[in-house]
Nanobody, 127 residues
Framework: QVQLVESGGGLVQAGGSLRLSCAASGLSGRTFSSYVMGWFRQAPGKERELVAAISRSGDSIYYADSVKGRFTISRDNAKNTVYLQINSLKPEDTAVYYC?????????????????WGQGTQVTVSS
């Protein structure tokens, strides 16, 4: 069973930065590089949304329009870890951030197609 553990969240002032990490284990006999990875967030009272996704090799990346230019997703397949660098944080970025993995061969953006989820890490941005 694939396990994903996020870390790096916290309370930060607007304009600040955070780096979220998501470590994968128990990869069900597959390598980390065989999973497309995504970062999602869910704010109170709102639906969970995809903010960034990265292909298995890292050569294809998706960003939601709301985070383009501020968020950077990356992965280190040797460390079984995916990262989300968040800069120029805004109060509206406040949410629980989740990483997720899918066995899809291509980068996908549909939340229902992600197979495994972490427990989430809280990001709170004060104004």
């Amino acid at each position: 069973q694939v396990q994903l553990v996020e870390s790096g969240g916290g309370l930060v002032q607007a304009g600040g930065s955070l780096r979220l990490s998501c470590a994968a284990s128990g990869l069900s006999g597959r390598t980390f590089s065989s999973y497309v990875m995504g970062w999602f967030r869910q704010a109170p009272g709102k639906e969970r949304e995809l903010v960034a996704a990265i292909s298995r090799s890292g050569d294809s990346i998706y960003y939601a329009d709301s985070v383009k230019g501020r968020f950077t997703i990356s992965r280190d397949n040797a460390k079984n870890t995916v990262y989300l660098q968040i800069n120029s944080l805004k109060p509206e970025d406040t949410a629980v951030y989740y990483c997720a993995a899918t066995r899809s061969m291509v980068l996908i953006t549909l939340i229902n197609l992600y197979d495994y989820w972490g427990q989430g890490t809280q990001v709170t941005v004060s104004s």
